[in-house]
T-cell receptor
Framework: DTAVSQTPKYLVTQMGNDKSIKCEQN?????MYWYKQDSKKFLKIMFS???????INETVPNRFSPKSPDKAHLNLHINSLELGDSAVYFC??????????????FGPGTRLTVL | QQQVKQSPQSLIVQKGGISIINCAYE??????FPWYQQFPGKGPALLIA?????SEKKEGRFTISFNKSAKQFSLHIMDSQPGDSATYFC??????????FGTGTQLKVEL
């Protein structure tokens, strides 16, 4: 009964390749997010979708493209991978609404290593 | 520009002691301040949160103190236990669910 799941857990690939990370939540939430956690553990939001609509798009290279086929899924596709893309990527979800006080539930993370 | 500054970067506390982590923010539009706890290999999880209309919130051994005029807030962990060893992140948001995280504090509670 995993709330927010991500696949794969580990991803090792060569520079220049294209890869995807998948995320699914079974909490019935309307809003989903992608975060990047770098080697110093700094967490930064990349994207947020509300019911399949992009609502937050931080300064992220356009090699990163999120896709939300439905409100329970948010995938992240990365083109032309670079060494600096190595990080742990977290998916999260929360209830929607104008209130800011909605707990975000994080997935277990995908550790991406670019060689 | 780091909008939420967190200190210390790491902290070692003896079992039973008090762990204190401090955060300061710049954006006066922030109106919700959660703390997240992250164990190695896991995603962050909400620990406790506060709104600026109160100066303190307590849940069990965890207390947030909030000073609106100074734009500072802190997490106090009373009777710290080895199981509390984790990385703690303060965060802030001004609406729209967009969280800005602090840089994290790695807490180790020693026996």
């Amino acid at each position: 009964d995993t709330a927010v799941s991500q696949t794969p857990k580990y991803l090792v690939t060569q520079m220049g390749n294209d890869k995807s990370i998948k995320c699914e939540q079974n909490l019935g939430h309307d809003t989903m997010y992608w975060y990047k956690q770098d080697s110093k553990k700094f967490l930064k939001i990349m994207f947020s979708y509300n019911n399949k609509e992009l609502i937050i798009n931080e300064t992220v290279p356009n090699r990163f493209s999120p896709k939300s086929p439905d409100k329970a899924h948010l995938n992240l596709h990365i083109n032309s991978l670079e060494l600096g893309d190595s990080a742990v990527y977290f998916c999260a979800s929360s209830q929607a609404g104008l209130a800011a006080y909605n707990e975000q539930f994080f997935g277990p993370g995908t550790r991406l290593t670019v060689l | 520009q780091q909008q939420v500054k967190q200190s210390p970067q790491s902290l070692i506390v003896q079992k039973g002691g008090i762990s204190i982590i401090n955060c300061a923010y710049e954006n006066t539009a922030f109106d919700y301040f959660p703390w997240y706890q992250q164990f190695p290999g896991k995603g962050p999880a909400l620990l406790i949160a506060i709104r600026p209309d109160v100066s303190e919130k307590k849940e069990g051994r965890f207390t947030i103190s909030f000073n609106k005029s100074a734009k500072q807030f802190s997490l106090h962990i009373m009777d710290s236990q080895p199981g509390d060893s984790a990385t703690y992140f303060c965060a802030a948001t001004g609406g729209g669910n967009k969280l800005t995280f602090g840089t994290g504090t790695q807490l180790k509670v020693e026996l």
